[in-house]
Nanobody, 112 residues
Framework: QVQLVESGGGLVQPGGSLRLSCAAS?????MGWYRQAPGKQRELVAT???????NYTDSVKGRFTISRDDARKVVYLQMNRLEPEDTAVYYC?????????WGQGTQVTVST
């Protein structure tokens, strides 16, 4: 079993930055971030593909960066140049032994 705890969400003005953290009880090569805006389906934001590869949804390329600290079992999502369209609950995801696990989510609101 894997426990995931997200932190770092909040309210930020357009153009601002936030860094989300996901602390995992176990490290996994397949970890990433998804988000769900009100009235919309959950969507992939950024993931690791294998040990070092990364994948981003088009709308965040060049603005968001996923990284990891394996020693601390933490995955980060650095979000720059935030836009109102980035407002959503952000969820950490991990795949372990063929089973997917989700964190509880952290709210990110981009607004003036």
């Amino acid at each position: 079993q894997v426990q995931l705890v997200e932190s770092g969400g909040g309210l930020v003005q357009p153009g601002g930055s936030l860094r989300l953290s996901c602390a995992a009880s176990r490290s996994s090569n397949t970890m990433g971030w998804y988000r769900q805006a009100p009235g919309k389906q959950r969507e992939l934001v950024a993931t690791f593909t294998g040990r070092t590869g990364t994948n981003y949804t088009d709308s965040v390329k060049g603005r968001f960066t996923i990284s990891r600290d394996d020693a601390r079992k933490v995955v980060y999502l650095q979000m720059n140049r935030l836009e109102p369209e980035d407002t959503a609950v952000y969820y950490c995801y991990a795949l372990w032994s063929g089973i997917g696990y989700w964190g509880q989510g952290t709210q990110v609101t981009v607004s003036t």
